[in-house]
Structures are given as structure tokens and as C-alpha cells.
């Protein structure tokens, strides 16, 4: 069976800071060359040239998402250069709080623009490619705990998250007979400056009229709905590997996890006791 990373050629979206990064710099230890897209270029060829630095080759392409067009033409550019694509990672996202009362259509669509339509168009781009080269692979979609279990202020990055969870549980089923792998990584606080980046790199055109410059602290609400310890990104890269390394289908990071979908599932079972059902 091939190493799913020696002498292979890796793709990771959001790959300029982050986890993202984080992804690249494990795969790149482990042999593989790197195609990285991020909507922000000056993160990228920071991120490029540390790798560069080690002697990793990359290729950099500035890629918003949420553009159907600009994913075919990362993948174009991709093949152009190195001939194949065997890990795609999914893995732009952006983060929005609030309660879903008071939040915009603009917020609706900007979450799911990168967070939903940002997978759906690194699917539709790269499984026929990964189809037809014939060479098995993994693609690795980027969710979040927030996609397995539903918060207060957090209802729309929720949203966009379970739909992603959903897409990746099918087309794990779909991909398998294949030899194609499919992780959704779902992930819990992680230190990363995605509060930051989701407001500056939102697009002029989604932004509400009092679109900040700066993200607030969140407030002791939105606080209180993200339990949990925080992580640095090297450890959640570190999982990822791991389950392309061993074929699972979800990556956790944090140990509290359990319990909270233990929760989940318990009130689901529940609901078949006599009494209830």
C-alpha cells in the first residue's frame, strides 16, 4: 500500500495560517509536496517559505473558496505542476457568534459560502480527479464539534458545520470502494486567529453596516457556549495524520468530547423508552 504522503502531492485549503498550516508542515515531514490556497497571499508565501526553507516543494495559489471557478483553477494549476492531487483538505472556514435571531443574511451567507459551498466546490473539483488518476488518496474535510452537536451563539457556523459533517459521513461511504479515504475533522477550541481572519477577508459585498475592524472579545454569553480546553495547531495536524494514516472517518481532538457526545447520544436513545415512544 503507498504512503499517503512520500513523494505524493498534498492540497490544503486555508493554508496560510492555522491549521492549515499546520496540516502542510506534517504532510511536508512525512515527504509530500504541497499545494497550498488561501485567500490571504501574504500568508501564504509566509507559510510557503518557512516550508521552502526545509525543502519542501510548494506551490502557492491565491483561492477563494467560495468561488466555484477559482477551486477548478487551483486544481488546474496543481496538475499543471505536479502532475496529480492525492490529499485534498478542505479546510478554509470562518467563524461567526451571535444568536440567529438578530443575525443577518449576509452572516447566513457568508458562513455557508465558505464553510458549506468552500467543500462542496473542493468535492466536485478533485473526486472525479482523484477518480480517474486511479491511485487511491484521502480528502479531509474540516468541520467542527460544532458540527456534531448544536450551540447557542453559534447557530450558524453550526449550520454550515452539520452540513459539512453530513456531506463527508456520505461520501466516506461512496469513496470507500474505491480506495479513496474521507476524514471530517472536528475539532474543539483550537488556537488559531480564525475570529481575526473571518472579519478581515470577508468579502465588501457580505459585510453588515457595521462591520467591525477589529474582533471584540467575545462576550461571557458566547464564552460560556465554547467550553472546553484550547489546543495549538500542531496536535490537531498530528490527529489528522493519523487518521489518513489508519483510514477514520472523524478526527476529535479534545478529551472533553466524549462526554459531550455521549450527552448527545444518550438523549437521542432516550427517546425510544416506552414512555417516550
Known amino acids: 500500500m503507498a504512503d499517503p504522503f512520500a513523494d505524493r502531492v498534498a492540497l490544503v485549503t486555508g493554508g496560510g495560517g492555522g491549521i492549515g498550516a499546520a496540516m502542510a508542515a506534517a504532510f ?3 515527504g509530500a509536496r504541497l499545494v497550498l490556497a488561501d485567500i490571504d497571499p501574504d500568508a501564504l508565501e509566509r507559510t510557503a517559505t ?45 467563524a461567526l457568534f451571535g444568536q440567529m435571531e438578530a443575525a443577518t443574511h449576509a452572516d447566513w ?20 480527479r482523484l477518480r480517474a488518476q486511479g491511485e487511491g488518496g484521502h480528502i479531509v474535510n474540516t468541520a467542527s464539534m460544532a458540527g456534531l452537536v448544536g450551540m447557542e451563539w453559534l447557530g450558524i457556523y453550526c449550520a454550515s458545520k452539520f452540513a459539512v459533517v453530513g456531506l463527508s459521513e456520505a461520501l466516506f461511504r461512496e ?28 468579502p465588501l459585498t457580505l459585510r453588515n453596516p457595521d462591520h467591525p475592524e477589529l474582533p471584540a472579545d467575545p462576550g461571557p454569553e458566547v464564552q460560556a457556549a465554547m467550553v472546553g480546553s484550547v489546543i495549538g495547531v500542531d496536535e490537531v495536524a498530528r490527529r489528522v495524520v493519523r487518521a489518513i494514516d489508519r483510514g477514520d472517518l472523524y478526527v476529535v481532538t479534545h478529551a472533553e468530547q466524549r462526554a459531550i457526545l455521549r450527552r448527545r447520544a444518550d438523549r437521542l436513545d432516550r427517546m425510544f423508552e416506552p414512555d417516550r415512544w
Open 175 to 202: 469513496l470507500r470502494p474505491h480506495g479513496i479515504g474521507v476524514s471530517v475533522l472536528c475539532p474543539m477550541i483550537v488556537q488559531t486567529d480564525i475570529n481575526r481572519n473571518s472579519i478581515r477577508n470577508r
Open 50 to 94: 518557512a516550508l521552502r526553507a526545509g525543502g519542501t516543494d510548494v506551490l502557492t495559489v491565491r483561492t477563494d473558496v467560495g468561488e466555484l471557478a477559482a477551486v477548478r483553477a487551483l486544481a488546474d494549476a496543481a496538475v499543471a505542476r505536479f502532475g496529480a492531487v492525492h490529499v485534498v483538505c478542505n479546510n478554509a472556514g470562518v
Open 109 to 128: 451567507e457568508y458562513a455557508m459560502r465558505v464553510n458549506f459551498w468552500g467543500v462542496v466546490h473542493g468535492v466536485e473539483t478533485f473526486v472525479p
Open 28 to 30: 511536508a515531514a512525512r
